[in-house]
């Protein structure tokens, strides 16, 4: 039903030949892309100790970074405009992309209440509707690149964001999609303790599922917090209660330490219900790599992933 964003780290290279890499299969690539143009600071990488006690936190936090104040955010802000300002256009229709369609513009305009909107933004707000897979969907999405100002703060939309449900006529199944991209800021007092108060940049699609038992597969890169792990990547990080391997995630890590190094943790745990892990590598163990060469496990329960009922949020 819905086009998976997939996100990618594109990174211009400049004018030069491109640098050899270590193509060994059994290696990541590390994203050298990313790396700045002066030589890194004279620490050492980070070690497996101080990724395992990051690790929980971490996994903690990517459930916060939804897109459900975002979007409560933005129904309250428009909420404020006038006849005229913004400029609205509302089309109701009944194509498979959405039932309601809103799009807003404003040019800097004032409301008599004195509230500011520059920019536009695109709404959607999809009708229930039966999928392939048994459940009834609905939810709403957002891109634009505008700001409001009231006396309140000030909220950026300058981006993307999106929620989906959905769930079967018997209330036991479900589904959430959950999205955010760009730049979403709000410096009000209010949702004090969400991300994007937090100066957090975030490009990340979450999906959740739930059939009697939760799952969850992560995407994208995350940036702006603090600690050892100023950033961090999930490529298809996906942890699920049930299965072949339930103690370990699926899919990888990309995490970044404050002099720009990458520490890659590969796991080898199940990304889909169907998939077979050999008991082997079903360990709750993730290898290591530093400078495409493995230097050890990473041991981390999926748990924080987990801790929810039919949806996270």
């Keep these: 039903m819905y086009v998976r964003l997939l996100i990618a780290i594109v990174v211009l290279g400049g004018c030069r030949d491109p640098e050899p890499v270590d193509s060994a299969p059994d290696a990541p690539l590390i994203p050298s892309a990313w790396e700045v143009d002066v030589p890194a600071e004279d620490t050492e990488p980070l070690t497996v100790a101080q990724i395992e006690a990051a ?28 006849p005229g300002c913004p400029y609205r256009e509302v089309v109701e229709s009944e194509d498979e992309e959405g039932t309601i369609s809103e799009y807003w513009y404003g040019d800097g305009c004032v409301t008599s209440q004195g509230v500011t909107f520059d920019g536009y933004t695109y709404y959607r707000e999809y009708d229930a509707r039966r ?17 409001v100002v009231d006396d309140a703060g000030t909220f950026v939309a300058g981006g993307v964001a999106y929620l989906i449900r959905g769930a079967d006529n018997a209330g036991r ?24 108060t937090q100066g957090v940049a975030a490009e990340l699609e979450m999906q959740s599922w739930w059939r009697g038992a939760p799952m969850i597969t992560i995407l994208g890169p995350v940036s702006g917090l603090e600690g050892d792990i100023p950033a961090f990547s999930a490529v298809e990080l996906t942890a699920m209660a049930e299965g072949d391997c339930p103690q370990e995630l699926g899919g990888a890590l990309w995490l970044r330490d404050r002099a720009g190094r990458w520490s ?30 493995s ?19």
């Design 55 to 82: 690790l929980p936190g971490l996994l903690a936090l990517m459930l916060e970074l939804d897109a459900v104040d975002v979007m409560a955010l933005y129904d309250e802000r428009v909420a404020m405009g006038e």
């Design 131 to 147: 999928q392939a897979d048994g459940l009834t969907y609905a939810g709403s999405d957002i891109k634009g690149n505008a700001v």
């Design 173 to 196: 199944n479900f589904s959430t999609l959950s999205g955010v991209q760009g730049t979403i800021l709000w410096t009000g007092s209010s949702y004090p303790d969400a991300w994007f």
């Design 264 to 293: 890659i943790v590969e796991f080898q745990g199940a990304i889909s219900p169907d998939d077979a892990v050999d008991d082997a590598v079903c360990d709750g163990c993730g290898v290591l790599y530093q400078d495409n060469q």
């Design 295 to 313: 230097v050890g496990a990473v041991c981390v329960d999926p748990a924080p992933l987990l801790d929810w009922t039919a949806s996270p949020w």
